[in-house]
């Protein structure tokens, strides 16, 4: 996987407020997240718009996400491909030692599946999903008690959220924005939260520990209609 050596990163206080760039206002239009999309990852093939999605109300609208299954043998596989394309796009580093451990969630696959089959089983989903900023401030722990307890939304993984950053690369322009975990995946056997943060100029990936909140850290999720 193409890779940058890793760069000095900078430390900044964990108590800011962090919040998105003025450059992202809301997700692009569908058509033209897929052609992004497809540009990006050219083992991505498909159409969209034949069974759209439904924008919902805590939702920043809708984003354009394959299932990985149709077009990898692992969710670790389309992972990779996933970072291999954000590093083509941008200054990107892959702080976690081995994609093997990454492993999503139970709720996050019983919740693409549903969308799934909502949308006729297509191979390339428009999911209602926000960004991190509703969730600013609240750990995985927190997180995982409030969506297991009947609620409709469910935490995106590295691969959802990889995608989402393909067709939106205006969402981390600079230091000190809104950090983006993934509560849809766990790292490791300790059960570790991967997280984007930009910092130096150069996005990594990298882990936090489950329980741990702050306020330049918003939860990336998604919805169900």
């Known amino acids: 996987m ?49 069974f759209p999605g439904m924008v919902t109300k805590d939702s920043e609208g809708l984003f354009v996400i394959p299932r990985y299954q149709f077009f990898w043998e692992s969710y670790q596989l389309a992972v990779e491909r996933a970072l291999t394309a954000l590093a083509r796009q941008r200054r990107f580093f892959n702080c976690c030692e081995s994609l093997h451990d990454l492993q999503p969630t139970v709720g996050k696959s019983h919740a693409l599946l549903s969308i799934a089959g909502q949308q006729n089983l297509r191979s390339i989903l428009e999911v209602p999903a926000q960004f991190g900023i509703s969730w600013r401030g609240s750990s995985v722990a927190e997180f995982d008690r409030i969506a297991g307890s009947g609620s409709y939304t469910f935490g995106l993984g590295v691969f959802e959220v990889a995608c989402m950053l393909l067709t939106h690369p205006e969402r ?23 997280c984007f943060r930009q910092n130096a100029g150069v996005l990594r990936l990298g882990v936090l520990p489950i329980d741990i909140a702050s306020n330049d850290t918003g939860l990336a999720t998604g919805y169900l209609s």
């Open 172 to 194: 981390f322009t600079g230091n000190y924005q809104l950090s983006l975990a993934c509560p849809g995946d766990r790292y490791g056997k300790a059960g570790l939260i991967p």
């Open 2 to 50: 193409t890779t940058l050596s890793a760069p000095e990163e900078t430390q900044f206080s964990t108590d800011l407020e962090s919040s998105y760039p003025v450059e992202y206002s809301h997700p692009a239009r569908r058509a033209a997240q897929a052609a992004m999309l497809f540009d990006a990852i050219p083992e991505i093939t498909d159409s969209v718009g034949t």
